[in-house]
């Protein structure tokens, strides 16, 4: 069941698509023509599978449970029979996009347990060497047999496009200079690791937020209600995020030289 949305050149188009496929998905339930209902889903479904890889494959690697035993298709096949059963309660396409959301989370809420951050990593995230940050980075990009993790092995090319740049975390005019000395010493490649990294040991909250707002480009009340929580917790959880991740660039790299 994989998708790709390389035919969407932006986030809003793809999200334009999901809007308008809602009228088309009642007429079709209404048919009882299930099989073109599934159809038409399917061809929405690539952003929120990233979603669920994002969250799956951070619960992977913290050890809640193995590689073997869910895969995104899991929730996916199950997310089918939700939309099919529940659609009549969105009352409007224009609450579509997030409700897939909304039952998204309900799905991964269900199989994924909250799990503990590592408040270690935030008391010392000022005080860590060089290489104690390159050995983090070595240590993330391994299993828990200390083999190598290839995204090969997750089965789903709809994770690999989740990246993260600069412009997700320093966001002020003032601040463009910086970004360009980073981007200068780091690269893309190492940025989006470092993030990915410093993403791995925020609390869950934290890190669903961020990735909300940098990857799926959803508003800070549209957040709000899909994590049920205010507008404000949801402010601050973006705000510390991004906070945190600027400390750990200015810990980990100088760009003073």
């Given at each position: 069941m994989?998708t790709?949305?390389s035919y969407?050149?932006?986030?809003t188009e793809?999200?334009?698509?999901?809007?308008?496929?809602?009228s088309?998905?009642?007429?079709?339930?209404k048919?009882a023509?299930?099989?073109s209902?599934?159809?038409l889903?399917?061809?929405i479904?690539p952003e929120?599978?990233k979603y669920?890889?994002?969250?799956l494959?951070?619960?992977i690697k913290?050890g809640?449970?193995s590689k073997?035993?869910?895969?995104?298709?899991?929730?996916?096949?199950?997310?089918?029979?939700?939309i099919y059963?529940?659609?009549d309660e969105v009352?409007?396409?224009?609450?579509?996009?997030?409700?897939?959301f909304k039952k998204?989370?309900?799905?991964l809420e269900?199989v994924?347990?909250?799990?503990?951050?590592?408040?270690?990593?935030?008391k010392n995230i000022?005080?860590?060497?060089?290489?104690?940050?390159?050995?983090?980075?070595?240590?993330?990009?391994?299993?828990g047999?200390?083999?190598?993790?290839?995204?090969?092995?997750?089965?789903d090319v709809?994770?690999?496009?989740?990246?993260?740049?600069l412009?997700?975390v320093?966001?002020?005019?003032?601040?463009?200079?910086?970004?360009?000395?980073l981007?200068?010493q780091l690269?893309?490649?190492?940025?989006?690791?470092h993030i990915?990294?410093?993403?791995?040991?925020?609390?869950?909250?934290?890190?669903?937020?961020?990735y909300?707002?940098t990857n799926?480009?959803?508003?800070i009340?549209?957040?709000?209600?899909?994590?049920?929580?205010?507008?404000?917790e949801?402010e601050?959880l973006l705000?510390n995020?991004?906070?945190v991740?600027?400390?750990?660039?200015?810990?980990?790299y100088?760009?003073?030289?």
């Open positions: 994989k790709s949305i969407f050149e932006t986030q793809f999200r334009l698509f999901v809007t308008k496929s809602f088309s998905l009642v007429e079709l339930k048919e023509n299930q099989t209902f599934n159809e889903v399917l061809k479904l929120i599978r669920v890889n994002q969250r494959n951070t619960a913290k809640h449970f073997k035993k869910y895969k995104a298709d899991d929730i996916i096949d199950q997310l089918f029979i939700t059963d529940a659609i009352e409007s396409e224009s609450n579509f996009y997030l409700w897939l998204t989370n309900d799905l269900d994924i347990v909250e799990e503990e951050f590592n408040e270690l990593f935030f000022d005080d860590y060497s060089k290489l104690e940050w390159d050995e983090m980075q070595e240590e993330f990009s391994t299993d047999d200390g083999d190598l993790m290839l995204l090969e092995e997750l089965d709809a994770y690999k496009q989740v990246e993260y740049n412009d997700h320093f966001v002020e005019n003032d601040e463009k200079d910086l970004v360009d000395k981007d200068m690269g893309e490649d190492k940025v989006n690791e990915e990294l410093v993403l791995h040991n925020m609390p869950a909250a934290m890190r669903i937020v961020f909300l707002f799926q480009k959803l508003k009340e549209e957040i709000a209600e899909i994590q049920k929580k205010s507008i404000p949801i601050k705000s995020a991004k906070k991740i600027q400390r750990s660039l200015f810990n980990r100088s760009v003073d030289n």
